[in-house]
């Protein structure tokens, strides 16, 4: 999984909240942090691998190498300071580029709830934009960790279907003529670019 | 594109600070940087924006005496010493009123220059100022302030700077010989250098064979990537996997370094290694996992965990407070780290003034040492409240402190003593020999971190951002 988003949006942050539910302040991000996390689905063990990368400008020349490859790819942004939610559609045509349609999962991830006040971004906006690019999306603090495990586990749980989706579809494509479209049955009308791949 | 991203992240409360207050004003040190255009990219205390119209002031002077083809280096006042350094398109700028010699504040802006130099390449700051005189560098910047922050705080709190030195934690040399062997057998194929360092200081150090007959590593990169290590989060991050240029070895590319903590959650003990290849992740990991390994089969971190510096009365000279001592005599094929050993500051200097009063005691007998009009090689001052000595031979330099009282005969007999305990401690008190491995599959191109890197910096994403 890879974190992406502009600096000072709170990757690190809940990063620090998906291993130990707990909130520190943390420095920018120096290059990329490496940390690995395993979420227990009801019956499977997912071992995470988590790329934190720095949102600084000056270190988005490595980046992609921490995406290529990512079965997910979270975009977080900021909703008190619209910029961040700018910087995150252009980490997504970057995105895009990059990755095989269906192969990742794509959330986008709106932190600092908590600062209702001062939200430069509305859900609406954060929504509208997910549905449009086929991303799923959420909206999190990790300051108070709102929606956070939640985030987790959803990501987990799409991984795992992404996955599945894409081992069936190598042995279909192998040995049975069965379509088995169990798995995108589950899946809502928004979240439908998770599994494009397969039959 | 211009506006880029300005906000200040709340933890910087430096940058708060009220420019037109007396207490600015007051700082022992400001330091800022800024373009050949005269654009702000930095200051220690306050907000660049807050201050341009004073950088402002700087760069009109800095041009000014350019264009008599007369570069400004110093400008001295009352109570202040104002000294520019221009390097490429970066013009730094020095305000102190810390007594300093223009020599020391300049060496101490060129540590500035090469954190920065360090975080992007010397050649991107080239290329973004040949295609756009007045770019604003704090794009590239911005959350690097607290980095630069904290060197300045290092280079007035820790002589290794002033010493160009690196300061190593003493060790049984049984103990620094078996760290340095797990270090030397977990490698991987593009690793150049394995540092181990605990407490801030250097444990042990494993340099790439081809690599060092090149160049050497010099104390500043050390002290750099150090102090980088200081700054970032690693202690929570678990592993950091980051681009980093060594200034002095070679200010044109970049290194990859991984940074971990081998001691959660205490994280004392963190272990650096530099690949020249931005794809080892994995497998630099990996060699991270082995040294893990061997460490806890020799029990080595509850060992390193009992090391800790000395005691002067270790020493056993009566009225010696404090000293320094930088060996020159170690043979050149080692490619020797510059280092130095000094013990822990104790009473009367336990005070954060008091030791910077000291540290200001020692500066001063260096400033004369290695003034560059009238060097001296020995100097014994007596100050209000103790007594020094400073003497440079070519086999080492020696600033020495001791109670007001002593004579002059009595301190040479001191140092005397003093140096036959260095030697007769030395083993302990630094990395004698620093071990080496191979792993350059092929060493005729791996000269200098490697060709493929040095493309790599000239096609980094930065023009694309322009
Ligand atoms: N109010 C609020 N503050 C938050 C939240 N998450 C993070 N922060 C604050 O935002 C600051 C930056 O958080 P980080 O997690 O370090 O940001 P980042 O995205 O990792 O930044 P880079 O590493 O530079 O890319 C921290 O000082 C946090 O205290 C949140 O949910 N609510
Ligand atoms: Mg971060």
């Known amino acids: 999984m890879v974190l992406l988003g502009s600096s000072g949006v709170g990757k690190s942050c809940l990063a620090l909240r998906f291993g130990k539910d707990e909130f520190r302040s943390t420095s920018p991000t120096v290059g ?66 990059q990755v095989v349609p269906g192969s990742s999962v794509l959330w986008l991830v709106g932190n600092k709830g908590d600062l209702a006040e001062e939200r430069q971004v509305s859900v609406q906006e954060g929504e509208e934009l997910a549905r449009d690019r086929g991303l799923y999306f959420s909206e999190t603090s990790a300051m108070s960790g709102f929606q956070v ?25 192998r040995e049975t003529p069965l379509v088995n479209l169990h798995h995108r049955d589950t899946f809502s009308s928004s979240a439908a670019s998770c599994c494009r791949v397969g039959p | 594109m211009e506006a880029g991203t300005q906000e200040m992240p709340a933890f910087m409360t430096n940058r708060d600070e ?54 400004i280096r110093s400008v001295y006042s009352e109570l202040h010493t104002v000294v520019f350094l221009q390097k490429g398109p970066l013009v730094l700028v020095c305000v102190s009123n810390s007594r300093q010699s223009e020599e020391q504040l300049r060496g101490e802006l060129l540590y500035v220059y090469y954190q920065i130099i360090s975080m992007l390449t010397q050649a991107s700051i080239s290329r973004i100022f040949e295609h756009k005189k007045n770019y604003d560098l704090r794009r590239l910047l911005a959350g690097s302030e607290k980095i630069l922050d904290g060197l300045l705080n290092l ?25 340095s062997q797990i270090l030397q057998k977990a ?25 060092i007959e090149d160049a050497r590593l010099e104390p500043a990169d050390v002290h750099l990537l150090l102090n980088l290590i200081g700054a970032s989060s690693a202690f ?67 060992l390193i965990a009992k090391a800790h510096s000395y005691s002067v009365s270790q020493v056993g000279v009566s009225d010696l407070r404090h000293f320094m001592y930088k060996p020159f005599d170690v043979p050149d094929t080692y490619r020797q780290l510059t280092q130095f050993t000094s013990p822990e500051m104790e009473a009367p200097y336990s005070s954060e003034e008091e030791k910077m009063r000291l540290l200001d005691l020692y500066r001063y007998m260096h400033s004369r040492i290695h003034s560059s009009t009238r060097p ?16 440079v031979t070519s086999k080492f330099e020696l600033y020495t402190c001791f109670s007001p009282l002593v004579t002059k005969a009595c301190a040479i007999t001191a140092i005397t003593k003093l140096l036959r305990w260095i030697k007769k401690e030395e083993e302990r008190l630094f990395i004698r020999y620093p071990p080496k491995y191979s792993t350059t599959p092929n060493p005729s191109k791996s000269s200098r971190g490697g060709k493929s890197d040095q493309q790599d910096s000239t096609e980094n994403g930065f023009l694309t951002l322009l």
């Open chain 1, 32 to 97: 990329c942090a490496y940390l690995t996390r395993m979420v227990h689905l009801s019956d499977v063990n997912l071992r995470f691998e988590i790329w934190d990368t720095a949102g600084q400008e000056k270190y988005h020349s490595v980046t992609p190498l921490y995406y290529r490859g990512a079965h997910a790819a979270i975009l977080v942004y900021d909703i008190s300071k619209r910029e961040t939610f700018l910087r995150a559609q252009v980490w997504l045509r970057e995105l895009e580029k």
């Open chain 1, 149 to 173: 495990s939640e985030l987790l586990a959803a990501i987990a749980l799409r991984v795992y279907e992404c996955l599945g989706a894409q081992q069936e579809g190598l042995s279909e494509w």
């Open chain 2, 18 to 71: 009220d420019v037109t207050s007396d207490s600015w004003r007051q700082h022992r040190k400001h330091v800022f940087v800024l373009s050949e255009a005269g654009k702000p990219i930095y200051s220690r205390y306050g907000s660049e924006e807050a201050l341009s119209s004073t950088m402002g002031v700087m760069m009109a002077l800095v041009s000014f005496v350019q264009s008599g083809d007369n570069i």
């Open chain 2, 155 to 179: 280079v007035d709190s820790d002589p290794s700077f002033l010493l160009t030195a690196i300061h190593c934690l003493p060790l049984a040399s049984s103990l620094r010989d078996s760290l």
């Open chain 2, 187 to 211: 490698i991987t194929p593009n690793l150049v250098f394995s540092i181990l360092v605990a407490k801030n200081q250097l444990l042990t150090i494993v340099q790439e064979k081809t690599v």
């Open chain 2, 236 to 302: 929570q991050a678990g592993e950091i996997w980051t681009p980093i240029c060594l200034p002095l070895f070679n200010p044109d590319c970049y290194f990859y370094a991984y940074i971990s903590y081998l001691d959660p959650p205490e994280c004392t003990v963190c272990l650096l290694l530099l690949s020249t290849d931005k794809e080892a992740f994995y497998a630099v990991a990996d060699c991270k996992r082995k040294i893990e390994e061997a460490m806890v089969a020799q029990n080595a971190l509850s």
């Open chain 2, 376 to 391: 001296l090689k020995l100097i014994y001052h007596v100050a209000e409240r103790e007594t020094l000595l400073a003497w």
